[in-house]
Structures are given as structure tokens and as C-alpha cells.
């Protein structure tokens, strides 16, 4: 702080003189630096008004810059803002099953509480509600607890009076809580109780990611399960999304003896929504009908993260450089 002080000379009061003092850290004074007749004119305080200037320019900058920066990118902020951990798990990650015509099945589903207090579950069947019973579709747990759930896959259902044709249903489970919600893709199948043909589906691939706009290829392997004769026998291709739509569907007809090998190639639209689908194939002859079905994933463009993302855009860079500017400014005009 500075402190002025007065020369006396041949009867004439001078000054004001401006002085102040740079003090240790013990509190004692070192040196008393001369600050002339207005400190206001003294290097460090003419500095304060420029670096006063720049700060507020830059704060401006920050303010409205990052204003346009959340309109820009409010869709890729909020998704960003609303990924959590979820308070459950669940052991399975798609659902598959096999039926005959008049038959049933039962499987079982763990859901595991994560979480830190007791959690809330919700569970229902979408595209398949006429083939899947679930036992509990509305229960809590507490941390650490894990609830078992019995599904049960029939092609009949007796008080409805009604019986699913062969074919292949595909819908999904959605399981709920408060803070996550998790979809588990099914596929349910069902054959004809004598099955003279039958099919393997074996991706060529390794994983079973396929990029938007790329393709993919699957050798499907036909068996005379019966040694019938040579004989031609229909093949129907079709692609669906776990919401039971349709993408893709193909027939031919295949002549097949003890057995028959060949390969499909599935080209994967570049506007098809990521997520899963199932390539699913149906073998008929006569009243025969087997069934076959392999699920894969389509994927977009690969996530960046927010550095990867803040370097392709002019303004995130901008902002940044302000930012770091504005930290430099006021460590200097507090100095």
C-alpha cells in the first residue's frame, strides 16, 4: 500500500512524494520502493487499467461465445449429462428360444441390485406378448439382492384360444428403474414338431458388428434331416430390428441332397439406426418348417470424446484459448 510523504527545503513544503513498502513474509520491510508524485503513473498501476480492459473483453467473449456454444451442441451436452451408472444388472444380453408347435419353454432371468438403497423394477414384453408369460413384472430389492424372474415361451395360449404359426418372432424385454432402462433383445422360434429340413446360420465374421452402409456375409448351411431324396425345398431371408420391423427380405429355392453350404451377403443400409437386428432364415417343405436366426449389431460412426470433439470445432478452440487468456490476465492484475 502506498504512503506519500512531504520535503522540506529553503522554507517550501514538496511533495507529495509517493513511497511504498515490499514486506518478507515474516511481516518485516525490505525495501520501500519510490512510486514518484501520482503512483497512478507508476508502471504496475498504468498497467491495471489495460489489463482491467482485457479481462472484461475476455469475459464478454466467454459469456456470449459460450452461450453459442451450448445452442451449438445442447443435444450432444445433454446426452453426455444424462449417462449414468445403473443401479442393476441383469445376466443376459438377448434371449433365444426354440419351440415346437403346441409346446412351451421356461428360462429364467437374474436381476442383480447394484445400487446403493433399494431400487424399483419394472419389466414388460414389447412385439412378443402373446408368446412370453412373465411371473413378476413389478418388484423391489435392496442393495446386494438379486431376484429371479421365470419366463415362459409357449406357441398356445389356452384362455386367449390362440396358437402362434412356425415362424420366428423377434420383440424384446424392457426392464426399468428410476435411475436406467435396459433392453434385452428376443428372439423366439418356432418349429414344426417334425422338421424334415433344418439350417445353421455361422457369421464369417468374428464379431458381430456391422458398420452403417457396409456389409456383412453368412454361410447358411441346409441338412436333409430325414435322407430324403434330392429335392428343392424354399428358403426365406429376412432382417428385423428388435421392434419386430422388417429391413430386409429375400426368398429363393435350394436344392439340397444330404446337405448344402453357401453364403448370403447382407449390405446394411448407411441411414439403418444403430442397435441390434436379426438375420433370421426359414426352411419349408411341405409342412415342414425349421427355423434358423443370428443376431448382430450395426454401429454409427465411432463416439469421440469431448477433447476429440472440442478440436473439430473453431469455436470450443476459441473459448478454450479465452479461458486460459482470462487466467493469465487476472493473475497478472491481482499481481
Given at each position: 500500500m502506498a504512503f506519500k510523504r512531504y520535503i522540506y527545503k529553503h522554507g517550501k513544503k514538496l511533495g507529495p512524494y509517493y513511497?511504498?513498502?515490499?514486506?518478507?513474509?515474516?511481516?518485516?520491510?525490505?525495501?520501500?520502493?519510490?512510486?514518484?508524485?501520482?503512483?497512478?503513473?507508476?508502471?504496475?498501476?498504468?498497467?491495471?487499467?489495460p489489463l482491467f480492459f482485457v479481462i472484461l473483453v475476455l469475459a464478454l467473449v466467454l459469456i456470449l461465445g459460450g452461450s453459442l456454444f451450448l445452442l451449438q451442441n445442447k443435444a450432444y451436452l445433454i446426452k453426455k449429462a444424462s449417462l449414468q451408472e445403473p443401479d442393476f444388472d441383469i445376466d443376459q444380453i438377448l434371449l433365444k428360444v426354440l419351440i415346437k408347435s403346441g409346446e412351451f419353454i421356461e428360462k429364467e432371468l437374474r436381476i442383480m441390485n447394484i445400487g446403493g438403497k433399494q431400487t424399483a423394477i419394472t419389466i414388460a414384453a414389447s412385439g412378443i406378448e402373446d408368446i412370453i408369460n412373465i411371473?413378476?413384472?413389478?418388484?423391489?430389492?435392496?442393495?446386494?439382492?438379486?431376484?429371479?424372474?421365470s419366463l415362459n415361451f409357449s406357441s398356445i395360449a389356452p384362455e386367449q384360444r390362440i396358437e402362434q404359426q412356425p415362424d420366428i418372432y423377434v420383440g424384446k424385454l424392457i426392464?426399468?428403474?428410476?435411475?436406467?432402462?435396459?433392453?434385452?433383445p428376443v428372439i423366439v422360434e418356432i418349429e414344426t414338431k417334425n422338421v424334415l429340413f433344418d439350417m445353421n446360420l455361422n457369421p464369417v465374421a468374428l464379431e458381430r458388428n456391422v458398420k452403417q452402409g457396409s456389409e456383412t456375409t453368412i454361410e447358411v448351411r441346409l441338412f436333409n434331416l430325414q435322407s430324403i431324396e434330392s429335392t428343392n425345398v424354399d428358403v426365406e431371408y429376412?432382417?428385423?430390428?428388435?421392434n419386430g420391423n422388417t429391413i430386409v427380405t429375400e426368398s429363393e429355392t435350394v436344392v439340397v441332397n444330404t446337405q448344402a453350404s453357401f453364403f448370403k451377403t447382407i449390405s446394411i443400409p448407411k441411414n439403418l439406426k444403430p442397435g441390434?437386428?436379426?438375420?433370421?432364415?426359414?426352411?419349408?417343405?411341405?409342412?415342414?418348417?425349421?427355423?434358423s436366426s443370428y443376431l448382430f449389431y450395426v454401429t454409427g460412426p465411432e463416439e469421440v470424446s469431448f477433447v476429440q470433439f472440442c478440436k473439430n470445432s473453431f469455436l470450443c478452440v476459441g473459448l478454450s484459448i479465452a479461458t486460459i487468456l482470462l487466467l493469465f490476465?487476472?493473475?497478472?492484475?491481482?499481481?
Open positions: 513511497y511504498e513498502n515490499v514486506r518478507s513474509k515474516d511481516g518485516k520491510v525490505v525495501k520501500t520502493i519510490y512510486l514518484g508524485t501520482n503512483p497512478s503513473h507508476h508502471t504496475k498501476h498504468m498497467a491495471r487499467k411371473d413378476s413384472t413389478d418388484f423391489a430389492f435392496n442393495p446386494g439382492q438379486t431376484k429371479i424372474i426392464v426399468k428403474s428410476e435411475k436406467a432402462t435396459k433392453e434385452i429376412f432382417v428385423k430390428d428388435i441390434p437386428y436379426i438375420f433370421a432364415a426359414i426352411i419349408k417343405f411341405g409342412n415342414s418348417i425349421g427355423t490476465s487476472l493473475i497478472a492484475y491481482l499481481y
